[in-house]
């Protein structure tokens, strides 16, 4: 059996730097563009790939989160495509079987923590560059520009290994709400689009029924880099039991979430999904519940 090359679902710009050149790696960033909506239902966003062409890392290629690496025949946004589409669009950026991903972004690095899940999801190894574009900036190393660089595509597709387990549907978030299974639902959005204090992208403020907050954004430090292991078990069990129930976490999108679900796999729990659909698909059918305050 083959060695990883990665030592882990997280890399720093040290480990980076001396690997960058090593064939089997492939560096993507994941970085889109999604502002604050200034008042309910203001849903924006774009793809990153102008900020990528203006200053990236070396030898990276920008994977579209808004354009072929989602499904827009699904009804809402950044929806994971099929594991087939998905190693379609991964071989058209170089990533093949053999290949291994170190996903980045600048944008806090929950964008590169959705497409980390993606990659895990259908077998892809994968690590998120921890602190992101400004990490490797901020420690003198090299940066590239333009969009001319021309992906060679990948010469054999991967093979999904699909892992189900990692994502949760609509149906599955609704029982543990009500109670008819085990689990425990957390929200990653911040602390106002949980309490519905701030204003939504969506149709209605509020949070799901029974889920408590843990924004994924706070599980970083002033550097943007993951809290050192102590300080974010003690951040995460401050939300969690430790009685085993399995965790389904979801923000507005799905992206949050996946920054969460970085911070969980990195304290070894194993029983983590995101709800693809989140808040977007939630908040569409008045009929399910949202509650506001904490």
Not at 195 to 220: E, F, Q, V, W
């Given at each position: 059996?083959?060695?990883?090359?990665l030592?882990?679902?997280?890399?720093d710009d040290?480990?980076?730097?001396a690997?960058?050149d090593?064939?089997?790696?492939?560096?993507?960033?994941?970085?889109?563009?999604?502002?604050?909506p200034?008042?309910?239902?203001?849903?924006?966003?774009?793809?990153?790939?102008?900020?990528?062409?203006?200053?990236?890392?070396?030898?990276?290629?920008?994977?579209?989160l808004?354009?072929?690496?989602?499904?827009?025949?699904?009804?809402y946004?950044?929806?994971?495509?099929?594991?087939?589409?998905?190693a379609a669009?991964?071989?058209?950026l170089?990533?093949?079987?053999g290949s291994?991903?170190?996903?980045?972004?600048?944008g806090?690095?929950?964008?590169?923590?959705?497409?980390w899940?993606?990659?895990?999801?259908?077998g892809v190894?994968?690590a998120?560059?921890?602190?992101?574009?400004?990490?490797?900036?901020?420690?003198?190393?090299?940066?590239?520009?333009g969009?001319?660089?021309?992906p060679?595509?990948?010469?054999?597709p991967?093979t999904?290994?699909?892992?189900?387990?990692?994502?949760?549907?609509?149906?599955?978030?609704?029982?543990?709400?009500?109670?008819?299974?085990?689990?425990?639902?957390v929200?990653a959005?911040?602390?106002g689009?949980?309490?519905?204090?701030?204003?939504?992208?969506?149709?209605?403020?509020?949070?799901?029924?029974?889920?408590?907050?843990l924004?994924?954004?706070?599980?970083?430090?002033e550097?943007?880099?993951?809290?050192?292991?102590?300080e974010?078990?003690?951040?995460?069990?401050?939300?969690?039991?430790?009685?085993?129930?399995p965790?389904?976490?979801?923000?507005?999108?799905?992206?949050?979430?996946?920054?969460a679900?970085?911070a969980?796999?990195?304290?070894?729990?194993?029983?983590?999904s995101?709800?693809?659909?989140?808040?977007?698909?939630?908040?569409?059918?008045p009929?399910?519940?949202?509650?506001?305050?904490?």
């Amino acid at each position: 059996m083959t060695t990883s090359l990665l030592p882990g679902p997280l890399v720093d710009d040290t480990w980076l730097a001396a690997h960058l050149d090593d064939p089997r790696l492939v560096v993507l960033d994941a970085t889109a563009l999604l502002p604050s909506p200034r008042e309910d239902g203001d849903h924006r966003s774009a793809s990153g790939r102008g900020a990528w062409a203006e200053r990236h890392l070396p030898g990276s290629r920008h994977a579209d989160l808004t354009g072929e690496l989602s499904d827009h025949d699904a009804p809402y946004r950044f929806a994971v495509p099929s594991p087939e589409a998905l190693a379609a669009a991964l071989a058209r950026l170089g990533v093949g079987e053999g290949s291994e991903v170190v996903s980045y972004d600048s944008g806090g690095g929950i964008w590169a923590a959705r497409l980390w899940w993606m990659l895990r999801a259908i077998g892809v190894p994968a690590a998120v560059l921890d602190g992101g574009l400004e990490a490797w900036e901020t420690a003198g190393r090299p940066l590239a520009s333009g969009d001319d660089t021309d992906p060679v595509p990948a010469g054999r597709p991967v093979t999904p290994v699909v892992r189900p387990d990692l994502w949760a549907g609509i149906e599955d978030v609704a029982a543990i709400s009500r109670g008819e299974r085990p689990g425990t639902l957390v929200c990653a959005l911040p602390s106002g689009g949980y309490d519905g204090s701030a204003p939504t992208r969506y149709s209605r403020r509020g949070h799901i029924p029974a889920s408590r907050s843990l924004p994924g954004r706070g599980l970083l430090d002033e550097a943007g880099r993951v809290m050192r292991p102590e300080e974010l078990a003690a951040k995460v069990g401050a939300v969690l039991d430790t009685d085993g129930s399995p965790v389904v976490l979801y923000c507005g999108g799905g992206i949050s979430a996946a920054g969460a679900a970085l911070a969980l796999t990195l304290l070894g729990r194993t029983d983590v999904s995101v709800y693809d659909g989140s808040l977007e698909e939630w908040s569409k059918d008045p009929a399910r519940p949202l509650e506001l305050g904490n």
